[in-house]
């Protein structure tokens, strides 16, 4: 394998007596489009800065492309980046906003002239270059962001939650002309959100961050067929996955999974001899529930809590004591709030993480 | 509220308007009289259309007057105080708003007291303190300057020298204007700056191509403040300076106001007014950058 573009290894940081990150070893390939995710506080934009160079590293080693550049300043790292506030210099039109770089850099101005219009052409911006930000659109002033950040060449784009301020409608619209782009140019893009299905949709690779800490670091669909706890097991996937606390029931043949609520369902195929008596939580995603005729097919019954039908398909939440359920069935149907439902579960998607809320392999 | 009009309402309207109408003209008043005896041939200690028009009053301040002289001494300390103000105000505002450190806020507190303190209170330690400087200053040029002993000192003197005035106007600003620009450059985010290190710009590049353009408004707002409230003070000039050729533009209004023989009105209404025109010129400036600067920070 090649050296990756980016490697952090025990990489820590604090803010006075808070450890913000707390030992963070990931790689990100050359190319690839790699996605933090994480809860609010977790520390995303923190790492972001440190591989920027905005934000000192208190511990560790961050590798660009084999080189270690832990002290080496921002602008000599070959990395751009994109804020979330875009940061568009307001007193300088759209072209001086893009070129500023090489003006810094004393480029010749015929050539910023021809490297501003090929950067705004391959962004649609060529008809702006003399508005200043204030007489933008939203979707343009971060198209003029990206702008400023690509006309470098960099090695690597960072991208800070660069959408949070866009309505849905061009969020989905960037979040395409983003994926365009880096496939035109395959720059490593490193991008920060805490949106998990701008994750799932952009990412060649997602890093889980919770805590200042990597929870897991793969391929999104590998994240979402195989988390390793629960947080990760919560944070992937939308609607989130149910996560129902009980215990392992059974003999050395024959295991069942008892929820405390009280309901039962068997863990055929499963090796669980090891775990009878144990707490454990079982994870199902809504969509390996369904609702089924009879009682015979169904694993549990429940009460319908809430009923949302939305055409293609209908999220229904259930009761069963303590428990509640998601339940995502495919189609429309006409259910009420109060209905009783016989519930089938997909047995094979079942994910079941003992006390310390870790995955227990099949 | 549109299409409420009862007849009470009009008639509180119109009582509001009347109110405003005579507050206007009692505040008017004065300036109307000034600048009628000022080109009045016979001015008057009351209000009166002129007998006949003329600018003999100012080309009297001018000619027979040493007017130019006073103008150009106003003008000098007060534009030199103004853009130390701006300078040390930029740079300090910054600071006070990027930094983290626990003195922050006394030291915020503790300026505004330079500020409401009366400063004729402290006038008697602070003269000492010149009369101190000044006559270290005198030491430090005597045996370089020769028999330009007098004149250098007219310049860098603490006590009767432009120096001394500039620094004591300057100070009694900084107060503010520091203010101002702290709370300006809260509300600048720190973002700009940081994209401008990664599009790779020097320290001397970032302060000059960034911040400088992003401070404009809130610079011109303090330098504005300072160059109106520094303009009008009257107390520090009469105590500071005593050469006639130093006189400032109060000062001089002020002697000719006290003159033993005669008052002479038309004389002292045109001093005024040539004394009221920079500080009008400033304001119409003013009023631009402070909409600007305290409805809130940059836009982008
Ligand atoms: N300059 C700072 N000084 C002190 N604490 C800080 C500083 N910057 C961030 N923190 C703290 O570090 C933690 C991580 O912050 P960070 O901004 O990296 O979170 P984030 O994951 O980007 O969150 P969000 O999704 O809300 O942007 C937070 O608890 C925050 O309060
Ligand atoms: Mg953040």
């Known amino acids: ?362 | 509220m549109a299409g409420v009009n009862s007849p009470r309402q009009g008639a509180y309207t119109a009582l509001a308007y009347v109110t405003l109408i005579i507050i206007s003209i009692f505040c008017l008043l004065p300036f109307v009289w000034m600048a009628l005896a000022s080109v009045d041939s016979n001015a008057q200690l009351f209000l009166k259309w002129p007998d006949s028009w003329t600018f003999d009053n100012y080309i009297r301040v001018f000619a027979t007057e040493n007017g130019t002289r006073w103008f150009a001494n106003s003008l000098f300390t007060v534009l030199s105080a103004t853009i130390l103000v701006v300078i040390i105000s930029g740079l300090g505002g910054y600071a006070l708003s990027r930094s983290k450190a626990w003195w922050k806020q006394p030291f915020l507190y503790g300026i505004l007291l330079i500020r409401v303190l009366p400063s004729t209170a402290l006038l008697v330690p602070l003269y000492k303190i010149l009369l101190t400087a000044n006559n270290g200053m005198g030491s430090l040029v005597r045996p370089l300057a020769g028999e330009n002993y007098r004149a250098i000192m007219q310049m860098v003197g603490f006590i009767d020298g432009y120096l001394g005035l500039i620094i004591v106007l300057a100070t009694g600003q900084l107060p503010l204007a520091l203010w101002i620009m702290k709370v300006f450059f809260d509300g600048v985010p720190k973002d700009y700056e940081e994209a401008a290190i990664l599009d790779g710009a020097t320290l001397v590049q970032r302060i000059h191509r960034v911040l400088i353009p992003l401070a404009l408004p809130g610079l011109a707002a303090a330098g504005l403040f300072a160059f109106m409230s520094a303009w009008g003070d009257f107390l520090l000039p009469l105590i500071l300076l005593s050469s006639p050729e130093l006189q400032t533009l109060p000062i001089g209004l002020f002697r000719a106001f006290l003159r033993v023989n005669e008052i002479d009105y038309g004389l002292l209404a045109a001093i005024a007014t040539i004394y009221l025109i920079p500080a009008v010129i400033a304001f119409s400036f003013a009023r631009r950058y402070l909409v600007q600067t305290f409805s809130g920070g940059v836009k982008g």
């Open chain 1, 1 to 362: 394998m090649t050296t990756p573009m980016i490697q952090l290894s025990g990489v820590r940081k604090s803010f006075g007596a808070v450890g913000v990150i707390q030992g963070v070893d990931i790689e990100v390939e050359d190319g690839e489009f790699s996605v933090f995710v994480g809860p609010s506080g977790c520390g995303k934009s923190t790492l972001l800065r440190m591989i920027a160079g905005l934000e000192s590293i208190d511990g560790g080693d961050l590798v660009l492309n084999g080189q270690r550049i832990n002290d080496v300043p921002p602008d000599q790292r070959g990395i751009a980046m994109v804020f979330q506030s875009y940061a568009l210099y307001p007193h300088m039109t759209v072209a001086q906003n893009i070129g500023f770089s090489l003006d810094l850099k004393k480029v010749p101005k015929a050539e910023i002239a021809r490297e501003v219009g090929r950067v705004s052409e391959l962004l649609q911006l060529s008809d702006l270059l003399n508005r200043r930000p204030a007489e933008l659109s939203g979707g343009q002033r971060q198209r003029v962001a990206i702008g400023r950040a690509i006309i470098k060449r960099p090695r690597v784009i960072l991208f800070d939650e660069p959408l949070s301020n866009l309505d849905a409608a061009l969020r989905v619209q960037m979040r395409a002309e983003l994926q365009k782009l880096h496939q035109e140019l395959r720059p490593t893009i490193v991008y920060v959100t805490h949106d998990q299905v701008e994750a799932m949709t952009m990412a060649t690779r997602i890093v889980v961050l919770n805590k200042g800490r990597v929870e897991q670091w793969d391929t999104p669909i590998e994240l979402y067929n195989n988390p390793v706890n629960t947080f990760v097991a919560g944070f992937i996937g939308s609607p989130r996955m149910n996560l129902v606390a009980g215990h392992i029931v059974g003999n050395a043949s024959t295991q069942h999974f008892k929820a405390n609520a009280g309901w039962m369902v068997s863990m055929d195929g499963r090796s669980l001899a090891g775990v009878v008596g144990q707490q454990v939580t079982l994870g199902i995603r809504p969509e390996d529930i369904r609702p089924v005729a009879s009682a015979g097919e169904a694993d549990m019954q429940a009460s319908i809590a809430i009923v949302e039908r939305l055409g293609a398909e209908t999220y229904l939440n259930v009761r069963n004591g303590e428990d509640t359920l998601l339940v995502r069935a495919q189609g429309d149907l006409a259910m009420k709030p109060g209905e009783v439902v016989q519930l089938a579960m997909n047995h094979a998607a079942f994910h079941l993480f003992d006390q310390s809320n870790n995955v227990i392999a099949a």
